[in-house]
């Protein structure tokens, strides 16, 4: 994947900003840049790159972040140097302009782990030609561009199962490293309790450990990726606001972002609500979601849930909103807050992480923008969240205690059968 990579970035600087030049296919994650999307990116461009035949277009694997804020991500850094993998040879999305290949008929763009464009992103959506994306589907059908979705635990899991379908001999220890990190860090360790790994999420990790004798111990990687993404000390609050966002656009702006620490600890930070106001004024944000996460020994998670907002009618109704949500409940209770533009809430549904409270915002802003249709089918469910599936809740799994003795071979014979079905 180095020479890979290095070509890349070769091909960037030299042709990219060129009026004419070859066609470049941009695999592009989404704007959080965490591990799975990052992940995700880098190793479904190298697909793209090793089965491209005759295909002129160049995979190129972006990560939506600029370059600067990679340090940020101390989880993805500490991946990179595990695999042996240079962050400098890694492309930004402040290192490519898109639109301008756009213009010039030169892109192909293929999302993985998001499956729509941000509004300022919208003159991109002509050059979408594919979707691989674990969260819920919103993109209109389109049979110039295939999709593939499925509420898995990790988007790196249906790139794996691309991969082990279509080129298993692409999969390389460096490959297979960051692929088995990405699915082990978004299934948390693969655990039953934290309610994200599904039956296809524990058959790659299977097929990954089964076909890659040398990957390190399950629970041992995880507990290095966890630590490091874990670790905010010497972060300012903007940096920590920034580590893992994700916006909302509408007649009220919102971000999500998510904390690795307390609620209570982050609100004895010193000038908390000057700092917060501020962020949200350099962004144009109405509103600022925060979900607070961290562990206990046995790995299962404890969730808070903050709402910062100036406006106090605004932030009072997405409050009310997320109080109200049924599908999934939050089982909200508020906490006493310090900061008079703060609520705080326990979340005592520990099992919705942002992938599930993102739609709720989602239809907050559409029905406050008056769209009739979300607010039918609101009557009929009370939201339009898809239910959290039922395979993600079971109390144990079959691989908890390692993978079965089968050939990496076999499981991708099996996981061919399955497709065919």
Known sequence: MDDFLLTCSEAVKADASLPSGRLFHVVLGNEACDLDSMVSALAYAYFLHKTAGGDAALGVPLLNIRRSELPLRADNLFLLRRAALSPDSLLFRDQLDLAALRRSGRLRLTLVDH???????????GAVVEVIDHHALEREPSPSCPVTAETVGSCATLVTERILREAPHVLDPQLAQLL????????????????????KDSRCVAALEAGFPSLPPRAHLFRELQDAKLDVSGLSTEQMLMKDMKTLGGSVSIAVSVLYLSTEVFMRRSELEAELSAFCAQRALDLLVLMSIRFTEAEEPIRELAVFGLAAEAREQVGSFLERAANPALDLRPMSSPHPHLLVYHQGNALASRKKVLPILKDFVRRRDGDEEAEEDEEEDGTWVPPTPANSLAEGCPLDGGPPAFSAVALHEQLTRTDAR
């Open 115 to 125: 499956n729509v464009l941000p509004s300022g992103d919208a003159d991109l959506e």
């Open 180 to 199: 088995y990190a990405a699915i082990l860090m978004d299934c948390v360790n693969m655990a039953p309790a934290a309610g994200k790994v599904t039956p």
